[in-house]
């Protein structure tokens, strides 16, 4: 395993957490880059969007091609699942 593959696996890990949290952040930051300038803030706001599909294709690319189902567990113990 490459580096590369490394960083895409521990991405794919987190990206359950990291396609609610990146929105929520890009949010609460949207204002902050609006007192700047309006095109730095749309600017900001598009890269939010793309970084996002990009968490939520890398997972949807994972489920439809390797079949695995992700649950993420925020704050405590892994999760059981059974069926």
Do not use: C, Q, W
């Amino acid at each position: 395993m490459n580096g590369a593959e490394g960083i895409l696996d521990y991405l794919l890990l987190h990206s359950p957490a990291l396609i609610v949290a990146i929105p929520l952040l890009g949010a609460f930051l949207t204002p902050l880059f609006g007192k700047i300038h309006n095109k730095v803030r749309n600017s900001f706001v598009i890269f939010i969007v793309i970084l996002t599909s990009f968490f939520s294709f890398l997972l949807v690319h994972d489920v439809l091609v390797n079949g695995n189902i992700h649950t993420y567990v925020f704050g405590g113990s892994s999760a059981l699942t059974e069926g």
